[in-house]
């Protein structure tokens, strides 16, 4: 297995006034950019799990609409983001196939929030991991990573995936840095806005 690095960016150390990390994980289906988020917002190398796709998988994998694609995740990507000087976000990317969903739970142990990125033209894709996420009751955001297809309205997009109002859904564009930034502190707002909604309930 070739435990990739990308050379940016370069090492970060760990602020020393940092007082909370959050474990975050990056879902969505096969080829939505998941190890290209993980990967452009890390200070940190990320770790990359990626595997040549290769002719076996040739029918058990559906390549549809990302055939220019090479490789893929076979267990996960990890990188890390300093939101501010205390808090720091610990980044998981799934693998996006089928075969390796049963990684997913185990995965999710531990974590805060999820982020399910969303391909407009594959849409049905993210439909078990948003299923996934609903099943361990783990708040979660939608992005939509653009790929530069004529953008549906997000509205659209919402109604499409079922997805309740108070679920925040978003563009990016996931090679970004600051658009990937964008979605992971609209995940942490929206963590903060559901414990204080439980605060004030209790
Ligand atoms: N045009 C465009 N291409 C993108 C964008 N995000 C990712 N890509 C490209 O889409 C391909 C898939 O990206 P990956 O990050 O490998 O997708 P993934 O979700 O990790 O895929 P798996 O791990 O195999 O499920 C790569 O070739 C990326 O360069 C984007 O926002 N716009
Ligand atoms: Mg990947």
């Not at 975050?24 to 940190?44: D, H, N």
């Not at 002719?55 to 076979?74: F, L, N």
């Not at 990507?77 to 501010?84: E, K, M, V």
């Not at 609209?186 to 909604?197: D, E, F, G, R, Y």
């Amino acid at each position: 297995m070739d435990f990739r690095s990308s050379e940016q960016p370069a090492r970060t150390p760990l602020r020393s006034t940092t007082t909370t990390g959050l474990k975050i994980v990056v879902v969505g289906g096969f080829g939505v950019g998941k190890t290209t988020m993980v990967r452009s917002v890390s200070e940190i190398r990320p770790l990359s799990t990626e595997e040549t796709m290769t002719r076996a998988g040739v029918g058990v994998d559906d390549a549809s609409g990302v055939e220019t694609k090479t490789t893929t995740t076979v267990a996960f990507d990890f990188g890390r983001i300093s939101l501010n000087e205390q808090m720091v976000l610990y980044l998981f990317g799934a693998p996006g196939q089928e075969r390796f969903w049963f990684l997913w739970d185990r995965l999710f142990s531990g974590t805060l929030g999820a982020v399910v990125l969303v391909d407009t033209r594959r849409l049905a894709d993210s439909w078990y991991a948003i299923d996934r996420l609903e099943h361990h009751g783990m708040p979660f955001i939608v992005a939509r990573n653009n790929f530069g297809e004529p953008a549906h309205p997000l509205e659209r997009v919402r109604d499409a995936l079922s997805l309740s109002g108070d679920v925040p859904l978003i563009d990016c564009d996931a090679r970004r840095r600051e658009s990937s930034k964008a979605v992971l502190i609209a995940l942490v707002n929206h963590l903060s806005t559901l414990s204080s909604a439980r605060e004030s309930i209790s």
